[in-house]
């Protein structure tokens, strides 16, 4: 038996790893402070996605964008990390998920992270503002092998992939497809 029709050309579909970066560049979008606008989404060993987070201030409180920051030790404190977020706001176990963010986790989210069963953290780059630099960073990686959580940081030109997504939705099928 046949199925078919008219064949079009073959689209090529977003690397699963652009794919979920993108998306956390996008989910960053509804950040509330102006220091690091991020995402952190959680993605199962099926692709699905199980949670996301994003900086952002408590639900009803003041934003950092509106108010400013509360700054303690060099620190952002009015807002919680797309990491905390996206822990909190899931509604399913996250052991043997893959964590995607824009930038890495700090030593607190790291732990967190850890302690939820995270089993891989893929990033866009490396989080510049570790408490405690060298010791902070030592210790991540220390945790993150101690674990066996492997971190990977994938060098990814936002702009171009936009582009690249930008043409798959203009293609036959897309959703900006001109009729």
Known sequence: ???GGKKTKKVARPDVNDFWL??????????TCDRLRTACLIVDEHNHLISAGYNGSLPG?????????????????????????AVLHSTKSLRGAT???????CLLCTKKLLSVGIKKIICAEEFKNIQGRDVGAKFIKNLLAKNN???????IDFTEKLNQFTQILKSPGGFLRSN
């Open 99 to 105: 964590a995607y963010m824009l930038v890495s986790p």
């Open 149 to 155: 959580v492997p971190i990977k940081f994938i060098n």
């Open 61 to 85: 409180a003041d934003h950092c964008d509106d108010v400013g920051h509360l700054m303690i030790d060099g620190h952002c404190m009015r807002t919680l990390h797309a990491e905390e977020n």
């Open 22 to 31: 993108m998306q956390a560049l996008f989910y960053s979008t509804r950040g």
């Open 1 to 3: 038996m046949k199925y």
